[in-house]
């Protein structure tokens, strides 16, 4: 069974630029979600999304957005790039939708996004 | 005050020891917990889950939790040096959909 997919796994851009990330979950996961990893802040959330909607949002400025598609691939985009936008963002999918046993997340390799 | 807080570490200890890490937690309905080792370079993997009050074991690991303390621990028996990872505690806070807060992680070093 495939795992998640992300891509691309490295990119560069400068500031202003915007950014396209694409997740393949694993085949019959509905939910993905998506993290931004950094060395001072660890994992935070960004959104989640099942069945084309987006369930769940972070604490992030609205430069980052995303959506999923009906086959539950899910790209995330961040417009007008800051430098501290720099990271690994990664996306999980998860079998279940919500509720209070969830959080079994299978994360993909991430993309590493280094801004200039 | 954090929703998920970890002592960053590094936590030693020697090949054979039990390694005990911590994690706690301040939303008081949460509901489910979590631990995932990540390696350096790798994305977090999930090892263990806990919805209870008390123990769960597998394998070496075992995850304890305690509600009425909001504090979550997984201890890890016979510790090897393939278990050299940072260790994080994730907690499900529960506003009806799926929302993952993480730990910063613990380091755990274990030496041969």
């Known amino acids: 069974k495939a795992g998640v997919t992300q891509t691309p796994r490295y990119l560069i851009k400068t500031r202003g630029q915007q950014v396209t990330l694409s997740c393949s979950p694993i085949?019959?996961?509905?939910?993905v979600s998506w993290y931004q990893q950094t060395p001072g802040q660890g994992l935070q959330f960004l959104f989640e999304?099942?069945?084309?909607?987006?369930?769940n949002k972070g604490n992030f400025p609205g430069r980052f957005s995303g959506r999923q598609f009906s086959n539950s691939r899910s790209e995330m985009n961040v417009s007008t790039l800051e430098l501290g936008d720099s990271a690994l963002y990664l996306c999980a999918s998860s079998l279940q939708a919500g509720g209070p046993n969830t959080g079994e997340l299978f994360f993909g390799e991430g993309s590493r996004l280094t801004v200039l | 005050q954090k929703e998920v807080e970890q002592n960053s570490g590094p936590l030693s200890v020697p090949e054979g020891a039990i390694a005990s890490l911590n994690c706690t937690y301040s939303?008081?309905?949460?509901?489910?917990f979590f631990w995932y080792r990540q390696y350096s370079g790798k994305s977090p993997e999930l090892i263990m889950s806990i919805y209870s009050n008390g123990d769960k074991e597998d394998g070496r690991f075992t995850a304890q939790l305690n509600k009425a303390s909001q504090y979550v621990s997984l201890l890890i028996r016979d510790s090897q040096p393939s278990d050299s990872a940072t260790y994080l505690c994730?907690?499900?806070?529960?506003?009806?959909?799926?929302?993952?807060?993480f730990g910063t992680g613990t380091r755990l070093l274990v030496s041969p």
């Open positions: 999304y099942f069945s084309e909607t987006q369930r």
């Open positions: 085949s019959g996961h509905r939910s």
């Open positions: 994730a907690v499900n806070v529960n506003t009806g959909f799926q929302k993952l807060v």
């Open positions: 939303d008081r309905v949460s509901q489910s």
